[in-house]
């Protein structure tokens, strides 16, 4: 910052001199959240600050490309990029990285085959046998088991962290066991 002279001359001596000022201003300081990981169908909100208005790059799969917080709803992993404008129309950029994970394929299978339900008379004892498969993009899946009677209310059965569960008849009515699987590694995309 400062005052600035500029001295012309010509070839015949002839001189004149111009003055101007600069002024700098600081740049403002653009701070973005860190890396989001999603599954594929959900939202993760970017934040950023350090300025008085933003601009996002790319605008598609958000929600609002001018706002600070804006919804990412990508289809594949992303790089999005933002403009801080701060004071006097100074900017600066930061980006985010959104990755999409994909959730996993789940298929349930009964001792008798791919059996949506299952009759067992009162007194039986035998087990009734679920085996599950994934698919195997996932590496280290988690499992866990659970229970319901009436499709909405949903309990984790204790111990039925695998692939295969054997359960027990434990009394009259109508049962319905679904899996919940997650990649335990960080991919937190969740199949029921």
Do not use: H
């Not at 958000?62 to 600070?68: C, G, K, M, V, W």
């Not at 298929?107 to 067992?120: E, K, L, V």
């Amino acid at each position: 910052a400062g005052v600035y002279t500029v001295s012309v001359s010509d070839q015949f001596g002839c001189k004149d001199t111009a003055t101007t000022m600069v002024s700098t201003f600081p740049l403002p300081a653009a701070v973005v959240s860190n890396t989001q990981q999603i599954c594929i169908g959900d939202s993760a909100v970017l934040v950023a600050s350090g300025g008085n208005s933003y601009s996002w790059l790319p605008v598609s799969g958000l929600s609002n490309a001018i706002i600070s917080n804006p919804m990412a709803s990508p289809t594949t992993s992303n790089t999005y990029t933002v403009t801080v404008t701060g004071n006097n129309n100074c900017t600066d950029t930061a980006s985010v990285l959104v990755v999409v994970n994909t959730r996993p394929i789940v298929t349930i299978r009964t001792a008798n085959g791919n059996q949506s339900f299952i009759d067992i008379c009162s007194g039986d004892t035998a087990a009734i046998a679920l085996s599950a498969s994934v698919s195997s993009w996932y590496k280290f899946p988690a499992y866990q088991w659970q229970v319901s009677t009436d499709s909405i209310n949903w309990t984790n059965i204790a111990g039925a962290t695998a692939l295969n569960y054997n359960r027990t008849a434990t009394g009259m009515g109508i049962y319905k066991y679904r899996l919940i699987v997650a990649e335990s590694n960080g991919n937190k995309c969740l199949v029921v």
